[in-house]
């Protein structure tokens, strides 16, 4: 069965990398597209319409498929339209009911805007992973983003650095390690997944001399999931955990905020890192980067994220098969 990808914001560069990552897989790993079959065109790639998922697999080979569903206007590059924002939405609710009907292996998501379907269509969610897990069933979901030489989770993620150590708490990190372990066991066949968890404060606290969270309660709860049976290094101190020596040392890396663990793998891959939604009953993976509108229509957009996410869901719906 091929991979569905979501069309995301039509005036982003999602049609000219979708174009850019047919002609890299062609020959290796079938997709189509959710969206209007005339944003998709011109850019590089020949665009066959499709009527339904098991069509992609014929078509494939002579273009991009898509399975075309109109929208409310043409396609503006850099220039969000108001009319897409319900399409856009729209395509990431079918591409999930063919997910959970079994006509696609997996999803993969173009980017979107939320301003533009926010103020398009009333879109009432802070971005696409809260979305998924509501269209799910309001599942437990932590995003994860990975490369080749890293995995990194933030615990919390889109708010302010002030609010974190309200929000990081026990709850929530043993919440966010048993859902990352359960999807590292099912979707990257890692029987026992380890873990390194950094603290919360520089250089985990030091022994409180830096903060007391690390005394108080993120020590006592990593203590309490390795009992369970966890394999948990931690907390760590965040500025030595993320070099080679380090890395080989352990699966996945807990953070307590966004910067903790975005810094570290977009430096050392920033063009190739991938965003997966973990704990969904289906795969989900997207490109990590968003709508890039001041570039938009200028050729010059890089597709190796989405090829990685293509490549990534793939591998992720062979594991869980297998």
């Not at 903060?211 to 931690?234: D, K, V």
């Not at 938009?296 to 793939?314: E, F, K, N, P, W």
Request: hydrophobic share 50%; aromatic share 6%.
């Amino acid at each position: 069965m091929p991979l569905a990808l979501t069309c995301g914001e039509p005036a982003g560069i999602g049609p000219e990398i979708a174009a850019k990552a047919w002609t890299a897989l062609k020959a290796e790993l079938p997709f189509f597209v959710i969206g209007d079959e005339a944003h998709f065109a011109g850019h590089g790639a020949d665009v066959v319409r499709i009527t339904s998922p098991h069509q992609a697999l014929a078509a494939f080979a002579h273009g991009l498929p898509v399975l075309h569903r109109a929208f409310d206007g043409p396609r503006v590059a850099g220039q969000p339209q108001s009319g897409h924002a319900q399409g856009v939405i729209d395509a990431i609710a079918e591409a999930v009911t063919l997910a959970q009907s079994g006509a696609v292996r997996g999803i993969c998501t173009l980017p979107i805007h939320k301003h533009a379907l926010q103020q398009g269509a009333g879109f009432a969610y802070p971005g696409h992973t809260e979305y998924l897990a509501a269209l799910a069933g309001g599942v437990k979901v932590v995003m994860m983003l990975a490369c080749a030489e890293l995995r990194v989770v933030p615990a919390t993620i889109h708010i302010p650095l002030r609010a974190v150590p309200a929000a990081f708490t026990p709850d929530l990190l043993r919440e966010v390690i048993r859902v990352t372990a359960a999807a590292l066991k099912q979707d990257f066949g890692l029987a026992t997944p380890r873990f390194a968890v950094a603290g919360l404060n520089p250089h985990a606290g030091e022994n409180g001399a830096m903060g007391r969270e690390e005394i108080a309660w993120i020590i006592p709860c990593l203590e309490g999931l390795r009992a369970e049976g966890y394999q948990i290094a931690g907390p760590l101190s965040a500025d030595t955990m993320f070099h080679a020596a380090a890395r080989a040392r352990y699966d996945v890396a807990i953070c307590a905020y966004h910067d903790q663990a975005l810094i570290p793998i977009k430096t050392l891959d920033f063009s190739g890192g991938v965003n997966v939604t973990l704990g969904l009953p289906f795969i989900r993976t997207s490109p990590d980067h968003g709508t890039a509108f001041d570039i938009a229509g200028t050729g010059r957009a890089d597709a190796t994220s989405l090829i990685a996410a293509l490549r990534m869901a793939d591998e992720m719906a062979r594991a869980r098969a297998a």
